[in-house]
T-cell receptor, first 115, second 111 residues
Framework: EAQVTQNPRYLITVTGKKLTVTCSQN?????MSWYRQDPGLGLRQIYY???????DKGDVPEGYKVSRKEKRNFPLILESPSPNQTSLYFC??????????????FGPGTRLTVT | SQQGEEDPQALSIQEGENATMNCSYK?????LQWYRQNSGRGLVHLIL?????REKHSGRLRVTLDTSKKSSSLLITASRAADTASYFC???????????FGSGTQLTVLP
């Protein structure tokens, strides 16, 4: 089954404790991205990757890191989480860039709370 | 940056009625997508319309695109309670390497 998986689904952590949210897709997609969703602010793109070892900042990259060492995986790293990073996070993948007109496949989401 | 703005923010209708949602965007695009999100879950792609298309159908969905007005509409016909969800439009941005989502319309279909 074609899918995007994220782990963990729920995470409560404390300020400053490094964490990683994993994302994996089994569709051989080139394009992957991370979004955060906050009430009243909608979905905002954090980082995206057009292929292995090619990553770029989205609209809200501060406080986040990503890596793309393998095509299928695109982890999101919070080196020193802060309460304003409490949010619902989504990973997504598609065959190619949005400009090419390919649908995005979304993971189930990770609800992160930073206290 | 907020590329798409949706209208209305919330819509409540009876089962069997049609629901229309609108999306406006700011810059020139070559395609526009619509997604659905059930509460707190991942988004699901509904339909994509390209800039050279004016209208597209998929089942009970009809999407229109007016590039001169920089707007799109999503019509759901004969709505069902299961259509209750948030609906988002999304457009390419950032040299077409990013996807920017609208603010969404919360649709409630009452049985």
């Amino acid at each position: 089954e074609a899918q995007v998986t994220q782990n963990p689904r729920y995470l409560i952590t404390v300020t400053g404790k490094k964490l990683t949210v994993t994302c994996s897709q089994n569709m051989n997609h080139e394009y992957m991205s991370w979004y955060r969703q906050d009430p009243g602010l909608g979905l905002r793109q954090i980082y995206y990757s057009m292929n292995v070892e090619v990553t770029d900042k989205g609209d809200v990259p501060e406080g986040y890191k990503v890596s793309r060492k393998e095509k299928r995986n695109f982890p999101l790293i919070l080196e020193s989480p802060s309460p304003n990073q409490t949010s619902l996070y989504f990973c997504a993948s598609s065959l190619s860039t949005p400009g090419q007109g390919y649908e995005q496949y979304f993971g189930p989401g990770t609800r992160l709370t930073v206290t | 940056s907020q590329q798409g703005e949706e209208d209305p923010q919330a819509l409540s209708i009876q089962e069997g009625e049609n629901a229309t949602m609108n999306c406006s965007y700011k810059t020139s695009i070559n395609n526009l997508q619509w997604y659905r999100q059930n509460s707190g879950r991942g988004l699901v792609h509904l339909i994509l319309i390209r800039s050279n298309e004016r209208e597209k159908h998929s089942g009970r969905l009809r999407v229109t695109l007016d590039t001169s007005k920089k707007s799109s509409s999503l019509l759901i016909t004969a709505s069902r309670a299961a259509d209750t969800a948030s609906y988002f439009c999304a457009t390419p941005s950032g040299s077409a390497r990013q996807l920017t989502f609208g603010s969404g319309t919360q649709l409630t279909v009452l049985p």
